[in-house]
């Protein structure tokens, strides 16, 4: 009998953790793999180019859920999921990050008595406002396997009461993704698409609500730009949240005064691979990008109070330095006149973390 694996993905930083796993997985003929994605991302932009820069295989089963509020998405995610899980009946539901769905999908599994596992668990900021914190801490506290990228990560668990033997340090699929897919990058258009240079520009993102969702943050956040384009080209592809916020907030002309603005539709991974590697700096209030610009050894400035990956900031190349227009164009300053640390990898970011973590899993199926 073979041991049926349901793979879930719902939103844009899901797809690059699944890749690698899935990939992984195929080399294991005892396992029947089916990917679900619920949907929660849905435009081309946010999920379908990634399935083709991944090279991800179709999925079995699209729930098209979309979006909408918190509670909306996951019990509606939930509604979904139980009817394809009492369908499908797999040995083992695996899902990764903190997005809606991740939890909404293992509240469903471990209630239908199905073996369960998280990827990147145990990660904390502490701060219980952002929605991935509420999804983190309760995706752990029901899963059978926590798969963790850092080694604060175990600690975490641990004093949330998770035994010991159901953790497994495996490091990062994530940095697998951004290793194997490097080389490709180079083929990208994209410099010659935004007439870069490499090293000329500055990379940004922002979509956290806390940063997006008050017009009060979004400005302090563009007044801080309007000085750092001044000085060096910034390019900012737009998550779809933020576009909303930058109309209702009436901020669109506002970033017509900044000619060295670069305002872009979403990237692909590829595209957006490429730009990282060879940004002078890189301003984000992403999770990931945190960890793949310290694999990268690229200054990496965290426009957030906080972060659930201290290994970036104790190991890698990132700053934590929270909203301050002031700050933030200090802290740009002092990378463009290159002063800023140099950091290391993080102890199995080697690009075998999804080998290790099949392993984890091939063994545990054994007895
Ligand atoms: C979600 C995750 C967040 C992750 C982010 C990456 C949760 C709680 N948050 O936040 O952890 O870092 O994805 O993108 O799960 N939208 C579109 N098209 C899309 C996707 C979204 O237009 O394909 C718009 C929707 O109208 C929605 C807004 O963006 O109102 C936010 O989407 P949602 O999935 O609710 O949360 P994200 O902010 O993307």
Redesign the pocket.
Known sequence: MKIKIMNIVG???NFMKIAPIISEMNKHAEFELKLLHTG????DE??RFFFEDLRIPEPDIYLGIG?GN?GE?TGKIMIEFEKVLIAEKPDLVLVVG???STIACGLVAVKLGVKFAHVEAGLRSFDRTM??EI?RLLTDQISDFLFITEKSAEDNLLKEGISRDKIHFVGNVMIDSLLGNLDRAQNSKIFTDLDLQPREFALLTL?RPSNVDTRENFLEILTALQEIQKEIIVVFPV???SK?RLSEFGLNKKLKDMPNFLVQEPLGYLDFLKLMSEAKLVLTD??GIQEETTVLGIPCLTLRENTERPVTVLQGTNEVIGVNAKRLVTESRKILNGTFKKGKRPDLWDGNAAKRLVDVLVESFKT
């Open positions: 939103a844009r930083p929660q991302h849905s435009d946010m999920s979006s918190h998405q903190d997005v809606n929605p991935e999804n979509h998550h779809p949240r909303k992403s999770g």
